[in-house]
């Protein structure tokens, strides 16, 4: 990733689809710390970018972060993909949160 890294700084003209593709890249690895801090510095996120956000943190088993991701995702009128919903009905089935 620290290759990859220096790659993507590199890039003049980032799209969403870069972006999202380092969030995802550090939330496989299992570097959420990074994941994160590249996920708030985006200029703009949709339902893929929040997805494979709520995906990294999955992985770890970090089912309330998931939540509340999405509850952000709700607040920045983001409609949601399949994938999102697959991610969030497992942190509430993981958490007992049907709710």
Excluded at 17 to 29: A, F, H, P, Q, R
Excluded at 36 to 54: D, G, H, V
Aim: aromatic residues 8%.
């Amino acid at each position: 990733m620290e290759i990859t890294r220096i790659l993507f700084d590199g890039i003049l003209n980032m799209d969403m689809v870069l972006w999202t593709v380092m969030i995802d890249g550090y939330g496989k690895s299992g570097d959420l710390k990074s994941a994160r801090a590249l996920f708030e510095e985006m200029p703009e996120r949709n339902a893929i970018s929040w997805s494979a956000m709520m995906a990294a943190n999955s992985r770890v088993s970090d089912f309330k972060e998931v939540l509340d991701l999405f509850s952000l995702m709700q607040e920045a009128n983001i409609k949601p993909n399949e994938s999102v919903l697959v991610s969030v009905l497992t942190a509430c089935a993981h958490l007992g949160a049907l709710a």
